[in-house]
């Protein structure tokens, strides 16, 4: 199995304790993935984020709809969170989150994004991953960037 990895890195207004909890209510995720993924968290409110937590996703890949379950790995607030796919459309999805401050005094977070992933299905996998996966992933992570900041600024 081939393993990718995409890192990114952002600095946010506000410290990690400011701005971690955007990141604890799995339903913002929803207003930072672009609109064409059609994307649901389906998992009934509240969900209590700690280990353990599974949340369930509806969205569409390419047009296909895909349903997808995330398992919290990690919960240490506010400095870092890991999820997992438990069920979904890789092979591999292994997504840790980090914040860490950024001044003195800290003003500001940078935030980064490690995710790691693979593609099942052997050679047509990976001539799907060449063709349009890892562009598909990059292309999340873009909108991601500046759906957070106007996420997080929004009066």
Do not use: K
């Not at 207003?31 to 353990?52: C, D, H, K, N, W």
């Amino acid at each position: 199995m081939n393993v990718h990895v995409l890192e990114r890195e952002q600095v946010l207004p506000g410290t990690p304790e400011e701005v971690f909890p955007f990141f604890a209510d799995a339903r913002n995720l929803e207003a930072i993935t672009p609109p064409l993924l059609r994307f649901e968290v389906v998992t009934p409110e509240p969900i209590e984020m700690r280990v353990g937590t599974l949340i369930q996703y509806r969205l569409r890949l390419r047009g296909v709809p895909v349903s997808w379950l995330t398992s919290i790995q990690a919960w240490e607030p506010p400095h870092r969170f890991v999820d997992v796919q438990v069920r979904g459309p890789y092979a591999l999805w292994h997504h840790t989150h980090t914040f860490a401050p950024v001044g003195s005094p800290p003003t500001r977070t940078l935030m980064r994004d490690t995710v790691r992933y693979a593609i099942g299905f052997g050679p047509l996998g990976a001539l799907a991953a060449r063709a349009f996966v890892h562009r598909d992933v990059a292309a999340i992570f873009a909108f991601r960037r500046d759906a957070v900041v106007a996420a997080l600024c929004r009066p």
